[in-house]
């Protein structure tokens, strides 16, 4: 008799035990699942602030971006009071320049904007400097909030060594870093396909004067 009712009494701690059990594993699986939602959540919510992130192919400085042409820049330049120097250059850079700038407050804003034959936007060099009665006190205020702005706005650099440097498949942007007794800061954008082709158009140009007298000088042979 003692022994049955101590066998009932050991199965009921034993089904206690299972339920006890039971309610742990369920318990501790919804703590898993909760916290699998909240890390996918965070991932989820990390992914979306990286693409909000603007495209570096829309990279601009003012009304300067990649989709305006000679023409829109330059009536651009002259309503906006800058002294200008257009040319027709052979270089490597574009076959059409412009150099733009205007006395600001505190530090001079210098613009050099080199267009490809059909007077497109390729590549673009944006410089600060300061004017030699101050110190660089702004131009190292500018250059430290450049960088917090772009790397906020177009994604982290991915060059430590530069002030920022990203590159698409597009576009190539790059603010360099100031260096002691250096009085300005100078950014840069390159179209990559479109300097690419010029470039590419521009080395056929020029070899083709040299390709020609060649030809005549052997054909004399």
């Known amino acids: 008799m003692k022994k049955a009712k101590f066998g009932k009494i050991n ?9 006890v059990f039971a309610f742990y594993t369920e318990n501790l ?5 909760t916290s699998q939602a909240t890390q996918a959540g965070s991932t989820s919510s990390s ?8 495209s570096l192919n829309n990279f601009a400085y003012s009304f300067i971006n990649f989709n305006s042409n000679y023409a829109t820049i330059l009536g651009k330049l002259k309503s906006g009071n800058y002294n200008i120097e257009e040319k027709e250059i052979s270089s490597i ?6 150099y733009a700038e205007k006395k600001l407050n505190f530090l001079k804003e210098k613009l050099y904007l080199y267009f490809d034959y059909q007077k497109n936007l390729i590549y673009f060099l944006v410089s600060f ?10 131009l190292e205020k500018l250059y430290s909030l450049l960088i917090e702005k772009l790397n906020q706005k177009y994604g982290e650099s991915e060059n430590k060594d530069l002030g920022y440097y990203k590159m698409s498949a597009d576009t190539e942007v ?15 954008a390159k179209n990559k396909i479109a300097l690419s082709k010029y470039q590419d158009d521009y080395k056929n140009e020029t070899q083709k004067p040299i390709t020609t007298e060649i030809t005549t000088i052997v054909n004399g042979f």
């Open 174 to 188: 790059c603010l360099l870093p100031i260096v002691p007794f250096k009085n300005s800061l100078e950014i840069w």
């Open 93 to 98: 850079n574009g076959k059409f320049f412009i």
């Open 47 to 54: 992914t979306s602030a990286k693409v909000a992130a603007v």
């Open 11 to 19: 199965r009921i701690i034993m089904f206690f035990l299972i339920l």
């Open 29 to 33: 699986s919804a703590q898993q699942a």
């Open 129 to 138: 400097e300061c004017e030699d009665a101050y110190t660089r006190a702004p």
